[in-house]
């Protein structure tokens, strides 16, 4: 059983900062790929950043110069670093992990419960 907590949503004024963090617990031995997604009202979730167990990165356009992903592999961590917030960034933000092995087995697309972030104007 793989389970994933985020943290660090909340409530924010544009331009300001916050850090998201997500932890993957659990007979963990590695994760190869973990992200960011996020859901606004009425939208489909879509990607922020992504994060290879390697350390390559791949963001969105629209967070690009602005959103930060990081990862510790030890503590099968990710984070996600946001400046420079702007109302359109308000959404449900969800953690992925993707490959993750499990024992002798892999686990494929696991899902956080998701963290609310709101950017006010």
């Known amino acids: 059983q793989v389970q994933l907590v985020e943290s660090g949503g909340g409530l924010v004024q544009a331009g300001g900062s916050l850090r998201l963090s997500c932890t993957a617990s659990g007979s963990i031995f590695s994760i190869n790929d973990m992200g960011w997604y996020r859901q606004a009202p009425g939208k489909q979730r879509s990607l922020v950043a992504t994060?290879?167990?390697?350390?390559?990165?791949n963001y969105a356009d629209s967070v690009k110069g602005r959103f930060t992903i990081s990862r510790d592999n030890a503590k099968n961590t990710v984070y996600l670093q946001m400046n420079s917030l702007k109302p359109e960034d308000t959404a449900v933000y969800y953690c992925n992990a993707d490959q993750v092995l499990v024992g002798a087995f892999y686990r494929w697309d696991i899902w956080g419960q998701g963290t609310q972030v709101t950017v006010s104007s």
């Open positions: 994060i290879t167990s390697g350390g390559s990165t």
